[in-house]
């Protein structure tokens, strides 16, 4: 097994000078299920679901390191921007960006409320922040020094789950967590010393699907928000990343890197 291992990790570095995409940061699905956002190298593309590996460049002077869908046919993501950094409303048919936000701070992992409504996104590495923007007001839902990362509101906008490194356990490790927006109240959803990362939330709002690598390799499982064992959704030698659902949750799309590099794969779930 571990000759087979190390045999595969030479054939994945030799295969990644050839990747049709390298360097991958973030990977969504359109709500409308025909169209794909991926992030590589440092800029923005979308690709036709019928073809995943059909790059067409977005915004090509902008360094993009994340990229979100909305409801609606646009997208957010971040970039730097002047002396510091920005949110962006970006289209697919390449009108000019619509800026949201600036910060001196970085903002990281921008995510789009379910009505289209509000932005969640970290700033810097502690602070989650919501973006209301009919009325461009920012406000803090959670600080504390501890690391946050890829927010992502419930379907019914009554709260974030967002991964988090929880540095006052006896071994910090990410885990996934939910904030309720009304009552601020945090409940941690996973407790383990595994990596657990990038959730995300069934359309129905009842099953999280997120990255971990408690099965030895980063892999994609699901489990009820409100308890139940995760399950893998994924079970190979390849690294998974970046689960996302389809618009009628029956599957999961993530990003798989394989010999011939990052490919977008789907997988059924309950």
Known sequence: MVGMRALWLSLALMAWGYAQIP???????????????????????????????????????????????????????????????????????GQEPELLWQSPLP?????VSAEGTQVAFVEDWDSLVILDLEHGQARKVLGGAWPKATPEFLPSGAGLLFAGLWSSSPEPSWEIFYLDLVSLELIQLTADLYFDWCPRISPDGLWIAFVSNRSGNADIWVQALWGGPPFPVTEDLWEEAFPCWSPEGATVGYASFQLEGWAFRQSATY
């Open 23 to 93: 360097d991958l940061g973030a990977l969504d699905w359109a709500p409308d299920g025909e169209r794909l956002l991926w992030v590589s190298g440092g800029h923005l593309y979308w690709a036709p679901l019928a073809n995943p590996s059909e790059l067409h460049p977005l915004y090509p002077d902008l360094i993009v390191d994340w990229a979100r869908f909305a409801p609606g046919g646009w997208f957010v993501f971040a970039s730097p921007h002047e002396e510091g950094f920005a949110l962006w409303r970006g289209f697919l048919g």
């Open 107 to 111: 903002l990281r992992w921008p995510t």
